[in-house]
């Protein structure tokens, strides 16, 4: 069972990997001459990460592809790959204060601030009532 690295080849490239982690770096898949150079549209297209999306579980990789959409546009433009992103770590934590403020970046990235300053209200009343609950935002 190779997970996600078997099912899109070329989109992630191992770089460092221990028994505590693992580091991927994020490529482009294999490019013919015409496209070698620049962008790879494959990498901007959410379709080209919906395989690997729907296999993720839990909080923890519901913050961390949170915060991966938050970056994204930054880092490769796509805002249909962020909102796809975001989307698959709401609905894996739709409650959860991390997840919540990344959406707040995301949108204030996007220039959405009325949208980014409810989205950051949501995640401090996620937050204060995780923290009154006891749990310090872990599930």
Do not use: C
């Not at 191992?14 to 015409?34: C, D, K, Q």
């Not at 790879?40 to 959410?46: C, E, F, N, R, T």
């Amino acid at each position: 069972h190779g997970g996600f690295l078997s099912q899109a080849p070329g989109l992630f490239r191992m770089e460092f990997r221990n028994p505590i982690y693992t580091v991927l770096r994020l490529g482009a898949p294999a490019a013919s001459s015409s496209t070698a150079g620049r962008k790879s549209s494959g990498l901007q297209a959410a379709s080209t990460w919906q395989p690997w999306l729907t296999d993720l579980r839990g909080i923890g990789a519901a913050r961390g592809i949170a915060r991966a959409a938050a970056r994204f546009p930054k880092m490769y433009g796509s805002w249909e790959v962020a909102f796809a992103m975001q989307g698959v770590a709401e609905s894996l934590a739709a409650e959860d204060a991390v997840v919540s403020l990344q959406r707040a970046e995301l949108l204030m990235s996007k220039g959405q601030g009325e949208a980014a300053a409810e989205a950051a209200d949501f995640a401090a009343k996620q937050a204060m009532k995780a923290v009154s609950a006891g749990g310090g935002g872990r599930a």
